[in-house]
């Protein structure tokens, strides 16, 4: 580890490792801290992405690819399901792999990459601004300057608070989530269709559980809850029961917890001498809560402009505010569509969601146009209406 | 109950008023850090994986306990020898 940096990213997820590459590709210096033992363990997510949304930054691998995505299907309560294909082309991968194989694209690119080496402080210069990190590594405490310091440091992201960023997501707009690895499911889910099970009331409170394979036998099985109305839901007992009806006796591989922000992203993404990137500036998918693409996305935009305003010899929060601007600009709209339909989904009963989507599921939706499909489902639905408004804007928003 | 005291409040009174205290079950924690997000006099920390808590910080908000996937948070009353020394 050398005493100063062009850029020092802390945290090597997606968005983290991204950011390096693109930064250490614009010839900058470069260092990428991953605190955990292991980059890419332990996997903190559904692990399905659109691979063609990651294609620019990390082109397709069997190395990392499980399964193949032909559509979403939502089961309501009683067993009806909706199909959706996916937007895009959608795989299933080994975050394991499919994290470090980032790290390396970032290592390749000239980037410095060390795990086990924790931010534990920041450096200010004179004038209050960020100046660097304090680093934990191996055993040893190093300070290590740099021109501009990106947090990719996760929902929990510390180097953001630190920097003075507000991060607290309302409890409404948080979702806490466990995942089991599960093995002996043969037969028991489709392999090339990812499951989602929603039931407010019964199933998970305020989120919905997933069911997405991993190959034949393996399936990424997770529940994500909301604790926004003051209760304390327990992720882990609803999932177990699931798996005991839907599975029993299937073996659990791994077991992971984690937490998501699914609000629109920060009001402040930057600070002098700090931008904050992926799951710890909020840009994860506000209603289904998949972070991968977008924080890749987010992190390639952080960089674009941070090469602009090292060259230019200026990062200050105002020199940085481009990348908020871009930020609002390609995906605010789209951000805001998608947290007001999540809006409607948790207004409504799990009575409610059983009959729309029973009646969703018998309708040929693959022939039917949005607004026919709406109108039917506003017709069979009346209750809808009082939602029909942001279901409609939404849905201009988000053709 | 609902009035406790305040991050950054003098210790001394605000202890008189403390009635509950964060409690880390650490064989239950994944240091997944989910509750460190929500936590906001930021009394919660992952130092490197292992989850610490300032107590003197805590306001005891309860956020932390009903984010946490794993049930590894709670509040818990001192024992009565602390509330009454």
């Not at chain 1, 614009?26 to 955990?36: D, H, S, V, Y």
């Not at chain 1, 809850?225 to 029961?241: D, F, I, K, M, T």
């Not at chain 1, 481009?322 to 930020?327: C, H, R």
């Not at chain 2, 240091?31 to 994986?49: E, F, R, T, W, Y």
Request: hydrophobic share 45%; net charge positive; aromatic share 6%.
């Amino acid at each position: 580890m050398k005493p100063q940096y062009d850029v020092v990213v802390v945290g090597a997820g997606p968005a983290g490792s991204v950011a390096a590459m693109r930064a250490a590709q614009a010839g900058l210096t470069t260092l990428l801290l991953e605190k955990r033992q292991e980059i890419g363990a332990p996997v903190r997510c559904g692990e399905a992405i659109s691979y063609v949304s990651a294609e620019p930054f990390i082109p397709l691998d069997d190395r990392w690819v499980n399964a193949y995505i032909d559509y979403f299907a939502i089961y309501n309560t009683r067993g009806a399901r909706v199909k959706v294909p996916p937007t895009e082309p959608t795989a299933v991968v080994d975050r394991k792999v499919f994290d470090l194989a980032l790290a390396r694209r970032a290592a390749e690119a000239g980037a410095e990459v060390r795990a086990s080496s924790a931010a534990t402080g920041l450096l200010r210069d004179a004038a209050g601004a960020v100046a660097g990190v304090v680093v934990r590594s191996l055993g040893r405490t190093y300070e290590v300057r740099a021109r501009l310091v990106i947090a990719a440091d996760g929902v929990e992201s510390q180097v953001a608070r630190w920097a003075g960023l507000k991060t607290n997501p309302p409890l409404g707009d948080y979702y806490a989530g466990v995942q089991f690895l599960l093995s002996g499911m043969r037969g028991r889910m489709e392999p090339n269709v990812c499951e989602y099970h929603v039931g407010p009331e019964t199933l998970a409170p305020g989120g919905y559980i997933w069911v997405f394979p991993k190959g034949e036998d393996i399936a990424n099985v997770g529940i994500v809850v909301c604790a926004g109305s003051g209760q304390r839901p327990n992720p882990q007992a609803l999932l177990e029961r699931f798996v005991e009806r839907r599975c029993p006796g299937a073996g659990v591989l791994a077991v992971v917890a984690g937490g998501i922000p699914i609000t629109g992203v920060l009001k402040r993404m930057v600070a002098d001498g700090v931008m904050v990137v992926g799951d710890a500036a909020h840009q994860a998918d506000p209603l289904t809560a998949g972070g991968i693409n977008l924080g890749m996305i987010g992190a390639d935009m952080a960089v674009r402009v941070a090469v602009e305003a090292l060259r230019a010899g200026d990062v200050s929060a105002r020199a940085l505010r481009p990348y908020e601007q871009a930020w609002q600009r390609q995906y605010g709209r789209m951000h805001g569509a998608l947290y007001a339909i999540r809006k409607v989904l948790t207004r409504m009963k799990e009575a409610q969601l059983d009959a729309l989507i029973s009646t969703a599921a018998s309708l040929p939706l693959e022939r039917m146009s949005h607004a026919q499909a709406l109108s039917t489902l506003l017709w069979n639905h009346p209750a809808l209406l009082a939602e029909a408004r942001t279901l409609v804007t939404t849905g201009l928003l988000l053709k | 109950m609902f009035r406790r005291f305040r991050p950054g409040a003098d210790r001394p009174a605000a202890a008189a008023l403390a009635t509950v205290l964060l409690d880390i079950d650490h064989s239950l924690c994944h240091s997944c850090g989910a509750c460190v997000a929500v936590c906001p006099p930021v009394c919660l920390h992952l130092i490197g994986l292992t989850l610490t808590v300032n107590q003197d910080a805590c306001t005891a908000c309860n956020r932390c306990v009903l984010v946490c996937p794993v049930q590894a948070l709670a509040l818990i009353a001192p024992d009565s020898v602390q509330m009454t020394s």
